[in-house]
Nanobody, 121 residues
């Protein structure tokens, strides 16, 4: 049984930083990607960042480029999202996602339970 367990969310002031972690168990995703999506109240879930497991190639949505960094530890089967210079508009529930080739909600094979990130102004 595949599980994605997230940690690291919380409340932070604008300009601050948080680091999210997502530990995967049950299988590895060596032929696909892992990443993060987020969903703000009243909005659709959207992709934030992704990383291919084999090569480490990364993708970022334009709104987080230069502020967020995605990385992975293949030995720990864990993916991270370092979020710096946080803005109130980054407030959302952040979901870990795994087993996708296209970074789209419909293509994601597994989801984490979500972790709340709140950025106060």
């Amino acid at each position: 049984q595949v599980q994605l367990v997230e940690s690291g969310g919380g409340l932070v002031q604008a300009g601050g930083s948080l680091k999210l972690s997502c530990a995967a168990s049950g299988r590895t995703f060596s032929s696909s990607a892992m990443g993060w999506f987020r969903q703000a109240p009243g909005k659709e879930r959207e992709p934030v960042a992704a990383i291919t497991w084999n090569t480490g190639a990364t993708y970022y949505v334009d709104s987080v480029k230069g502020r967020f960094t995605i990385s992975r530890d293949t030995a720990k089967n864990t993916v991270y999202l370092q979020m710096n210079s946080l803005k109130p508009e980054d407030t959302a529930v952040y979901y870990c996602a795994a087993d996708f080739l296209e970074i789209r909600v419909a293509d994601v094979g597994y989801w984490g339970q979500g972790t709340q990130v709140t950025v106060s102004s």
